[in-house]
């Protein structure tokens, strides 16, 4: 059985108790910032060193890269007018009847136009009265603004008291979330926003002022019960990213249920999720009274942008090989590799190194603000290509990443095909329309079997790529 499932990652994630000093608590405390400090220089000659070596690199780099997978605003105008695309709109922020604060902050932003999920939910989530919604949306469609702007029109900056909740199942997500909050929220300061993260150590007895709080839902529910820093009864909105997991047996759902509990009958639910497993589906139909339905048919689910590929190995050491192979390809722009157990994630890091590659690896070992200090120096391009177990499987929304390697198909506790990880591995590429590679290690005749169920689900072809041919990735990447 897998010793680093989801549910498992995530508790230990929990647990885990920082060292860090109590975290600033307004709206803009700058918090990645200030987690990522210790990491930041560490390596700088490193890096400085390894950049002008790895020229030739570079101007592929610019070629690929810049010309066609990042700098593609042009082409997400063109999906945003494509009925087809799940950028498409039809609305501006305008006629979405935003505060004019909020309308500054998504400007400031870089939007231009709502996407799909955002012009659809958005008037669901702003009606009075204020109507439930479980939606589902494509991986790096704007779910978080959505929600965020659900959050910040709906708060009463006069009153100095948590209004609306967010849980998410990572502390790296919470965080994430929080950064969208401050960047939106920016011409709004009169509203606050708090973070219910292990490492925001709080004193019993003090009270929480902010109207917004996002946060794991152990500390969420160690900040009602047994710090009493804010009142359940007070909150009006509820938000669970990332919900099928939040809700899922396998996932968090004696907590999140156990804070359901606590608010009022009458509190705004909003689910959002890029993937709903049945059961789930239903099960979230049951908690959630009355509410409005945003899904997506099944083929919808993947996303065109994102080309899917496997590769054919015989062993562990065969798919190490392939991956060195793929290296510079990696670096062109950014990777991230999922294993299936932090074991076989910490042997492929040490076997890299060892071969003279740059690789972070974002392990369950690390204190909680050494996992931030790696994904903020992932995110700011220091580290290129990230080696990762499914705790970064969901909603880490880091826009150079344009390929995603599969060392391991993602399996649930039973060692069956886990679809819903799969999807959400892959769709840490491919953001907001931009093209991304996903590529699958298969070893064996059971994986062979689960990647042709993965194929099966989505009925979406993957197809063979021979590590050989560089050219290959060029084309593909064209
Ligand atoms: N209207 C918009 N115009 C341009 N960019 C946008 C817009 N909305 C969101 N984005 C950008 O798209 C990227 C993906 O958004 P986000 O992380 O919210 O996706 P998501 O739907 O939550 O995906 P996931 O299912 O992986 O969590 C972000 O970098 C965000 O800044
Ligand atoms: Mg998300």
């Given at each position: 059985?897998?010793?680093?499932?989801?549910?498992?990652?995530?508790?230990?994630?929990?647990?885990?108790?920082?060292?860090?000093?109590?975290?600033?608590?307004?709206?803009?405390?700058?918090?990645?910032?200030?987690?990522?400090?210790?990491?930041?220089?560490?390596?700088?000659?490193?890096?400085?060193?390894?950049?002008?070596?790895?020229?030739?690199?570079?101007?592929?780099?610019?070629?690929?890269?810049?010309?066609?997978?990042?700098?593609?605003?042009?082409?997400?105008?063109?999906?945003?007018?494509?009925?087809?695309?799940?950028?498409?709109s039809v609305k501006t922020f305008e006629e979405l009847?935003?505060?004019?604060?909020?309308l500054?902050?998504?400007?400031?932003?870089?939007?231009n136009r709502p996407?799909?999920?955002?012009e659809?939910?958005?008037?669901?989530?702003?009606?009075?009265?204020?109507?439930?919604?479980?939606?589902?949306?494509?991986?790096?469609?704007?779910?978080?603004?959505?929600?965020?702007?659900?959050?910040?029109?709906?708060?009463?900056?006069?009153?100095?008291?948590?209004?609306?909740?967010?849980?998410?199942?990572?502390?790296?997500?919470?965080?994430?979330?929080?950064?969208?909050?401050?960047?939106?929220?920016?011409?709004?300061?009169?509203?606050?926003?708090?973070?219910?993260?292990?490492?925001?150590?709080?004193?019993?007895?003090?009270?929480?002022?902010?109207?917004?709080?996002?946060?794991?839902?152990?500390?969420?529910?160690?900040?009602?019960?047994?710090?009493?820093?804010?009142?359940?009864?007070?909150?009006?909105?509820?938000?669970?990213?990332?919900?099928?997991?939040?809700?899922?047996?396998?996932?968090?759902?004696?907590?999140?249920?156990?804070?359901?509990?606590?608010?009022?009958?009458?509190?705004?639910?909003?689910?959002?999720?890029?993937?709903?497993?049945?059961?789930?589906?239903?099960?979230?139909?049951?908690?959630?009274?009355?509410?409005?339905?945003?899904?997506?048919?099944?083929?919808?689910?993947?996303?065109?942008?994102?080309?899917?590929?496997?590769?054919?190995?015989?062993?562990?050491?065969?798919?190490?090989?392939?991956?060195?192979?793929?290296?510079?390809?990696?670096?062109?722009?950014?990777?991230?590799?999922?294993?299936?157990?932090?074991?076989?994630?910490?042997?492929?890091?040490?076997?890299?190194?060892?071969?003279?590659?740059?690789?972070?690896?974002?392990?369950?070992?690390?204190?909680?603000?050494?996992?931030?200090?790696?994904?903020?120096?992932?995110?700011?391009?220091?580290?290129?290509?990230?080696?990762?177990?499914?705790?970064?499987?969901?909603?880490?929304?880091?826009?150079?990443?344009?390929?995603?390697?599969?060392?391991?198909?993602?399996?649930?506790?039973?060692?069956?095909?886990?679809?819903?990880?799969?999807?959400?591995?892959?769709?840490?590429?491919?953001?907001?329309?931009?093209?991304?590679?996903?590529?699958?290690?298969?070893?064996?005749?059971?994986?062979?079997?689960?990647?042709?169920?993965?194929?099966?689900?989505?009925?979406?072809?993957?197809?063979?790529?021979?590590?050989?041919?560089?050219?290959?990735?060029?084309?593909?990447?064209?």
């Amino acid at each position: 059985m897998a010793t680093d499932s989801w549910a498992l990652c995530v508790d230990e994630q929990e647990e885990t108790c920082g060292t860090m000093e109590t975290l600033q608590i307004s709206r803009r405390p700058a918090v990645t910032s200030v987690l990522a400090k210790s990491g930041k220089d560490q390596n700088k000659s490193d890096e400085e060193e390894e950049e002008e070596e790895d020229k030739a690199a570079q101007s592929l780099h610019n070629k690929l890269i810049r010309n066609k997978l990042v700098n593609n605003s042009f082409k997400v105008e063109i999906l945003q007018r494509d009925p087809n695309s799940p950028l498409y709109s039809v609305k501006t922020f305008e006629e979405l009847h935003l505060k004019p604060q909020l309308l500054h902050g998504v400007y400031a932003m870089g939007f231009n136009r709502p996407s799909k999920i955002q012009e659809t939910a958005l008037p669901m989530m702003l009606a009075e009265p204020p109507q439930n919604l479980i939606a589902q949306s494509q991986s790096g469609t704007g779910k978080t603004a959505a929600f965020v702007l659900a959050m910040l029109s709906n708060v009463n900056p006069d009153n100095k008291w948590p209004q609306c909740l967010c849980i998410s199942p990572t502390y790296e997500l919470a965080l994430q979330t929080g950064k969208v909050v401050e960047q939106m929220g920016q011409f709004y300061p009169e509203v606050k926003l708090a973070y219910a993260i292990r490492a925001n150590k709080m004193q019993k007895g003090s009270k929480i002022q902010a109207q917004i709080v996002i946060g794991t839902p152990g500390t969420v529910l160690d900040w009602f019960n047994k710090l009493r820093l804010m009142d359940p009864k007070m909150i009006r909105v509820f938000v669970l990213d990332e919900a099928d997991i939040m809700i899922a047996t396998s996932g968090h759902q004696d907590q999140s249920l156990r804070i359901h509990r606590m608010l009022p009958k009458d509190c705004h639910m909003l689910l959002f999720s890029a993937t709903f497993e049945e059961s789930v589906w239903s099960f979230a139909e049951r908690v959630v009274p009355d509410p409005n339905i945003i899904r997506l048919k099944r083929e919808e689910e993947t996303l065109d942008n994102i080309k899917q590929y496997y590769i054919f190995c015989r062993n562990k050491e065969d798919k190490f090989t392939a991956v060195c192979n793929l290296y510079g390809a990696m670096t062109i722009a950014q990777a991230i590799i999922f294993c299936h157990t932090r074991r076989i994630a910490a042997w492929l890091a040490g076997q890299m190194s060892k071969e003279g590659h740059q690789v972070a690896l974002l392990s369950g070992e690390l204190a909680v603000e050494q996992r931030a200090a790696v994904i903020e120096r992932f995110r700011e391009g220091k580290e290129k290509v990230l080696i990762a177990t499914n705790v970064c499987s969901r909603g880490i929304d880091v826009e150079q990443v344009s390929v995603v390697i599969n060392f391991d198909l993602p399996l649930d506790k039973d060692g069956n095909p886990d679809n819903e990880t799969y999807l959400h591995r892959i769709g840490r590429t491919g953001r907001f329309g931009k093209r991304g590679l996903a590529i699958n290690m298969v070893e064996n005749e059971h994986s062979v079997e689960v990647l042709k169920a993965i194929e099966k689900h989505f009925n979406k072809m993957i197809s063979k790529l021979d590590t050989d041919d560089l050219n290959e990735l060029e084309k593909i990447a064209n």
